[in-house]
């Protein structure tokens, strides 16, 4: 069963600008969520979707959100760029329900200038 | 609310050693607890899981179990290789939402370094 994948790997933006992160939950999976990775903040958590609707979310300012599309697969959208928006960001996806395991994907690796 | 305390790293271990990292949670009601890995460059992965007071995850000769009298989830490993090195994270299922969610709350993250 393939695992959870994200694109891109790896972004260069500058301040400003905005940006879009997809993620691919693994088959049959229908919880997506988002986490910010950050040295000095851990990871921290952005917000989770199930069946196209958002029901969780963090404490991130609304420039940070997100989608979920009948297939499962996500998108999140940062807007006005700034420099401590530079991350990991990770995507992870759970079966139905609540309170399971969450299996990560390889991250997307975002630099601010 | 609901949070986690991992012991600070980094963690330094010859090869063969024993490995334990320490893992303490506040939670109300019976969260699920986690040990995810990271290795470097990569995603985290899912090392083992404990749902209920007792219970004992192990995977890889990776052991934890979960302690509700002292609120505690340590990590445990017999013999350590240089292939263990990583980051190690805690984690709990965020009990305190309203709803059903799969939201996790992590611990800070331990670093371990494996010396041949």
């Known amino acids: 069963k393939a695992g959870v994948t994200q694109t891109p790997r790896y972004l260069i933006k500058t301040r400003g600008q905005q940006v879009t992160l997809s993620c691919s939950p693994i088959?049959?999976?229908?919880?997506v969520s988002w986490y910010q990775q950050t040295p000095g903040q851990g990871l921290q958590f952005l917000f989770e979707?199930?069946?196209?609707?958002?029901?969780n979310k963090g404490n991130f300012p609304g420039r940070f959100s997100g989608r979920q599309f009948s297939n499962s697969r996500s998108e999140m959208n940062v807007s006005t760029l700034e420099l401590g928006d530079s991350a990991l960001y990770l995507c992870?996806?759970?079966?139905?329900?609540?309170?399971?395991?969450?299996?990560f994907g390889p991250g997307t690796r975002l630099t601010v200038l | 609310g609901n949070s986690v305390t991992q012991m600070e790293g980094p963690v330094t271990l010859s090869e063969e050693a024993f490995l334990t990292i320490n893992c303490t949670y506040t939670?109300?009601?019976?969260?699920?607890l986690f040990w995810y890995v990271q290795y470097p460059g990569e995603g985290l992965q899912l090392l083992l899981k404990?749902?209920?007071?007792?219970d004992k995850g192990s995977n890889k000769g990776f052991e934890a179990t979960y302690r509700k009298e002292t609120t505690s989830f340590h990590l445990e490993k017999g013999s350590v290789q240089v292939s263990d090195s990583a980051v190690y994270f805690c984690?709990?299922?965020?009990?305190?939402?309203?709803?059903?969610?799969?939201?996790?709350?992590f611990g800070t993250g331990t670093l371990l370094a494996v010396q041949p």
């Open positions: 992870a996806s759970s079966r139905e329900g609540g309170y399971n395991e969450q299996f």
């Open positions: 088959s049959g999976h229908r919880s």
């Open positions: 979707y199930f069946s196209e609707t958002q029901r």
């Open positions: 939670a109300t009601g019976y969260p699920s």
């Open positions: 404990a749902t209920k007071a007792d």
């Open positions: 984690a709990l299922s965020d009990q305190n939402y309203g709803g059903a969610t799969n939201k996790l709350i």
